[in-house]
């Protein structure tokens, strides 16, 4: 599913007009009554009637109008204008005009005390925000923010028109205050700010509407950023033919572990296997050999070259170049450390590997102040930080890195010309060429050790699989999130344990084959 910008959005609406004569009045006729339609679904569940409907002066106003409009005849029905009413122009006006026809209550909210207003909202059952659109850049002030304030504490649910008030379309910040709607109307495409935090945690669930653009021009669009979906998973990844064997899914060599950080190792290759790799072998130090076995039976050892230290030691170089050429993809990282002779190393031998490579964790600190080194690589290369390595790879710090996600994924896949995982909450998967990703799975129970791990291992199997590095990333970070709501699901948001998580990539696959996923986005019923 795309997800665009406002301006991209303006331009799709353009391309509208001029390529099916489809007028931007018509289209606020759809928006308004598609709004509509979702009100009466939210109210037949509460079993409430009454309406009141915060409309600004622009195209997200009039949408709220023809809605307005819509439920007029349905039960008591308000609106409430936060411009004067002789700043509202164009179709806005044409459509506050035609309320004057129909049994609506207008007023004014700089008319209104702060009480009356209080009261307006209270004996609502549910209130349409339509005060700010696309082009809003907050933070909201004067009498807005009173309005959205007072609109938060009314206790009545909220719908939001195309995107809650106060947050930022393009980007997802959300200053305060911001809408906090029960759902959202999402008008022919969800935007791309209120599918990242924080702005997301505003929007409740996302409905879809169908406001009359031809699916032929949003297949043509150019927007190079989507929602990875459940249906997207579905297709992307291959069905096992009944002849399969285990040769068929990938030969994933590990590179990882050290003395006091063996667990990663073990992780890493339980998210390979339990994402369906086919053979998994684990190369760690040469003391920690024996521990794999005994933790995770079905994954095969290498034992290495160590340091006093308990970590991979240069002399370990060849053995890591002959391990990746036996194998399909090779994943480096989880719990190398920094020693410096782990550094040397993975700097010296990935210049050497041509197959597909995952590189994560301690495999990307080895590069810090030199992540240019990585776009040299002569395999195909997923790269999966989280915030503080991404600060590192890029030489930013953790909040501008954070401050605009698909921004800093981006600039990391064309520094290091690979795909990219910016781990944490909505995922990012980005590509040198531009293309971006949205993941809405996962939540904060998976925010503990180890479930990067996991994610690195399940990215190696996809990849042995024969995807693609983009889609293999993109379809690794979806189950590896939904794994995680199945796990955070049955075990509570406390205490949730990596391996856990991946025990459950094998049902969220499942799941997605059969259609039982709830990404809190749906079409307008």
């Excluded at 230290?309 to 170089?317: F, K, M, P, W």
């Excluded at 060429?433 to 996991?454: E, L």
Aim: hydrophobic residues 50%.
């Amino acid at each position: 599913m795309k997800l665009p910008t406002p301006s991209e959005m303006a331009g799709l609406e353009r391309r509208c007009q001029e390529a099916c004569g489809i007028s931007v009045a018509a289209l606020m006729e759809q928006a308004g009554a598609r709004t509509a339609e979702v009100a009466r679904t939210l109210l037949r569940i509460s079993g409430g009637r009454r309406v009141v409907v915060l409309v600004g002066k622009g195209n997200n106003g009039g949408d709220g109008l023809v809605a307005a409009r819509h439920l007029a005849g349905d039960g008591p029905t308000s609106v409430v204008l936060l411009a004067p009413r002789e700043e509202i122009r164009g179709l806005p006006a044409t459509h506050l005009e035609a309320l004057r026809e129909r049994s609506v209550s207008l007023e004014d909210a700089a008319s209104l005390v702060p009480s009356a207003l209080e009261a307006t909202l209270g004996e609502a059952d549910l209130i349409i925000d339509a005060i700010f659109g696309t082009g809003f850049r907050g933070p909201a002030g004067g009498l807005p923010a009173r309005v959205i304030e007072a609109a938060n504490a009314s206790g009545a649910p909220i719908l939001a028109v195309d995107l809650p008030s106060g947050v930022d379309a393009a980007s997802g910040r959300a200053d305060p205050p911001c809408i906090r709607a029960a759902a959202t109307v999402a008008m022919a495409l969800p935007k791309v700010g209120t599918m990242q935090y924080p702005a997301a945690a505003h929007a409740g669930h996302v409905y879809v509407a169908d406001i009359g653009i031809p699916d032929a021009l949003v297949r043509e669009a150019a927007i190079p950023t989507s929602l990875t979906t459940a249906r997207w998973v579905d297709r992307t990844l291959p069905r096992r033919p009944a002849d399969s064997h285990k040769g068929r899914f990938g030969r994933i060599a590990i590179v990882a572990g050290a003395r006091g950080f063996a667990g990663a190792a073990v992780l890493a290759a339980r998210g390979a296997i339990r994402a369906g790799a086919g053979l998994v072998t684990v190369g760690l130090p040469a003391s920690l050999a024996a521990m794999l076995p005994a933790a995770l039976p079905e994954a095969m050892t290498r034992a290495l070259p160590e340091t006093a230290a308990g970590t991979l030691s240069e002399e370990a170089g060849q053995a890591v170049i002959e391990f990746a050429a036996a194998s399909d993809v090779v994943a480096v990282g989880p719990g190398l450390t920094t020693h410096p002779e782990v550094v040397a190393l993975v700097r010296r031998v990935l210049p050497q590997i041509e197959r597909p490579i995952v590189v994560d964790a301690d495999g990307l600190n080895a590069f810090e102040g030199a992540a240019g080194l990585l776009a040299d690589l002569p395999g195909p290369l997923v790269i999966t930080p989280h915030p503080g390595e991404m600060a590192r790879l890029l030489g930013r710090g953790v909040p501008d890195v954070e401050s605009d996600r698909l921004q800093s994924a981006r600039a990391a896949a064309r520094l290091v010309r690979g795909i990219v995982i910016l781990k944490g909450a909505r995922s990012v998967v980005a590509s040198p060429d531009g293309r971006a990703s949205i993941i809405p799975t996962g939540n904060p129970a998976m925010a503990t050790g180890g479930m990067g791990d996991v994610l690195t291992g399940a990215v190696a199997a996809f990849l042995g699989a024969g995807l693609p590095p983009f889609e293999a990333a993109a379809c690794a970070a979806y189950l590896h999130g939904l794994a995680g709501n199945l796990a955070a699901a049955a075990r509570g948001e406390l205490g949730l344990l990596a391996h856990e998580v991946a025990d459950e990539i094998p049902r969220a696959l499942a799941d997605v084959r059969s259609g039982r996923v709830d990404e809190g986005i749906s079409a307008v019923p």
